[in-house]
């Protein structure tokens, strides 16, 4: 078997799959399926200072390759999570990351500081939420406030800081950069693009907020060249994400310049499908006699 263990930002990943955040919850619903050891990581649901009960429904619609969602990063509070969630999900074998979200700066820097004596790994910093009136998407979407909110979160925060990129921007290299520069220590993305549908019945949005995040398959080629353009412009490590569906999307996200991955909407149609990305992962590697899954990265050959 091929090594598929990868280090981000100083942390061991056993392998490269992570589970989404917002997908995975906090990892009990899968655990009854098969040991969460099996992942590599686990971003879990985006957490708030105070709980927080999320968009009205309808907040989940399908759609031809996908799905939207307007959830509203709905959670349970950062101090529920410490107390009920993460005793037991740090002893589950895999890498913890905490996604935080908040209103302000100020929610932020308090969400960092309150986990840096935890048993968390990693802070993935989500300032990219579509789903949301206030916060979320506003910090993500100009080299100024990134790079703001990124300083001033790196200020209080002792763990390994991704932030989580959104894909709504017009040069997510540059975005990514500025990142880089103000502190990050690794970038993951794409967070979900915008996306709407209308009721031709009743004539109104199908989603309670109008537009929702688009995931799922549909969106994997633009992950795909995002992830592209942000290797090639950064050198701190990229965690790809966006419709990886098979271990055919996980190699190719590899081979477009991503060290690490995260599976998301595919967990909805097919609890088992990172068990089965992984396996076709290393049968990849073992009949391409490739011994370290890191050698994948930034593979790609352009024309």
Known sequence: MADLSVNIAGVTLQNPL????????????YAALYPLSTLGGISCKGLTLKERPGNPPPRIAETPGGMLNSVGLQNPGVEAFLKEELPWL???????????AGSCEADYCAMAERL??????????????PNVKEGGVQFGTSCESVGAITKAVRAHCRKPLIVKLSPNVSDIAEIAAAAESAGADAVSLINTLTGMRIDIRTRRPILHNNTG???????????VRM???????????VIGMGGISTWQDAV?????????????????????APVKILEGLNAYLDENHIEHVRDLTGGVKPW
């Open 18 to 29: 992570i589970g989404a955040s917002g997908t995975v919850g906090f990892g009990r619903e």
């Open 90 to 100: 740090s002893a589950q074998g895999t890498v913890v990351i905490a996604n935080i």
């Open 116 to 129: 840096n004596d935890t048993a968390v790994d990693m802070i993935e910093l989500n300032i990219s939420c």
């Open 213 to 223: 995040g688009l995931s799922g398959p549909a969106v994997f080629p633009v992950a």
């Open 227 to 237: 992830v592209w353009q942000v290797k090639n412009r950064v050198k701190i490590p």
């Open 252 to 272: 190719e996200m590899m081979l477009a310049g991503a060290d690490a991955f995260q599976v998301g909407a595919a967990f909805f149609t097919d609890p088992y």
